[in-house]
C-alpha cells in the first residue's frame, strides 16, 4: 500500500457520460499530480494541485476538470466521454515539488465503451 | 521543455543474468531523475532517484543507476535479475524549478527462466 488511494479501480461508462474519479494522497502530502496512461500516449500529465490551487497544467482536455478540497483529497472530472478517453488514470502526491518523491496510487483503469 | 526517451521498447534477459536499461534526458539545467517500476495492472513504484551529490544512486530490489551529465544519461542496472523484476520501467525527469514529472514511453522487461 502507496498511502495514496484511488477510487474506483475500474470503471466502465458510454461515450458522451461523465464521471468523476477520486484520489486520497498521502498523509502529509500537500500536492497532487494527476496522470494519464494509454498505450498510444505513454504517461502524460494532466494537472498539479498544491494545497487546493492549480499549480500546474499538461495537455488536459477542455473536457477534464479537476479540483482538490480542503481536507486534500482530490477529484477528476471527465465529461462527454469519447473512446479515446479509455486510459488508466493515475494520482500521486508528495510534499511540495516532490523533494522526496512521488508516490503513485494503483489507479483507476477507465473504459468507454 | 525537458523531455526523456528510452531507446529499448522491449528487453529480454535470462534469469541471473545482468541488466541495463538506458535513459536519456533533455534538460537545459540540473534535473531531477527518477526510476518507477509497474508490474502488470500495479500502479508505479519508486526504483531510486537522483537529486545531487553521488552520481552512483542505489536503490530499492538491487537496483542502482548511473547519472552521466556529459552524456545526459540516467541508466538503470542490476547485477542479476529475478523473474519478479518482470515488469515495464519508467524513467522520469523534473526540472530543479519545475512540479511535474516528465516520463519515458517506458521499457518492458521479459525474463526467461
Known amino acids: 500500500d502507496s498511502g495514496v488511494t484511488q477510487t474506483p479501480k475500474h470503471l466502465i461508462t458510454a461515450t458522451g457520460q461523465r464521471v468523476t474519479l477520486r484520489c486520497s494522497p498521502r498523509?502529509?502530502?500537500?500536492?497532487v499530480y494527476w496522470y494519464q496512461q494509454s498505450l498510444d500516449q505513454g504517461l502524460q500529465f494532466l494537472i498539479q494541485?498544491?494545497?487546493?490551487?492549480?499549480?500546474a497544467k499538461g495537455n488536459i482536455l477542455e473536457r477534464f476538470s479537476a479540483q482538490q478540497f480542503p481536507d486534500l483529497h482530490s477529484e477528476l472530472n471527465l465529461s462527454s466521454l469519447e473512446l479515446g478517453d479509455s486510459a488508466l488514470y493515475f494520482c500521486?502526491?508528495?510534499?511540495?515539488?516532490?523533494?522526496?518523491?512521488?508516490?503513485f496510487g494503483s489507479g483507476t483503469r477507465l473504459t468507454v465503451v | 521543455a525537458q523531455s526523456v526517451t528510452q531507446p529499448d521498447i522491449h528487453i529480454t534477459v535470462s534469469e541471473g543474468a545482468s541488466l541495463e536499461l538506458r535513459c536519456n534526458y533533455s534538460?537545459?539545467?540540473?534535473?531531477?531523475l527518477f526510476w518507477y517500476v509497474q508490474s502488470p495492472g500495479q500502479g508505479l513504484q519508486l526504483l531510486l532517484k537522483?537529486?545531487?551529490?553521488?552520481?552512483l544512486v542505489q536503490g530499492i530490489k538491487g537496483f542502482e543507476a548511473e547519472f552521466k551529465r556529459s552524456q545526459s544519461s540516467f541508466n538503470l542496472r542490476k547485477p542479476s535479475v529475478h523473474w519478479s523484476d518482470a515488469a515495464e520501467y519508467f524513467c522520469?525527469?523534473?526540472?530543479?524549478?519545475?512540479?511535474?514529472?516528465?516520463f519515458g514511453g517506458g521499457t518492458r522487461v521479459l525474463v526467461k527462466p
Open positions: 500521486a502526491s508528495s510534499v511540495l515539488r516532490g523533494a522526496k518523491g512521488y508516490t
Open positions: 498523509s502529509g502530502d500537500l500536492s
Open positions: 494541485y498544491y494545497n487546493g490551487e492549480e499549480r
Open positions: 534538460y537545459g539545467a540540473t534535473p531531477y
Open positions: 537522483y537529486f545531487s551529490g553521488d552520481t
Open positions: 522520469a525527469v523534473r526540472g530543479a524549478a519545475g512540479n511535474k514529472l516528465t
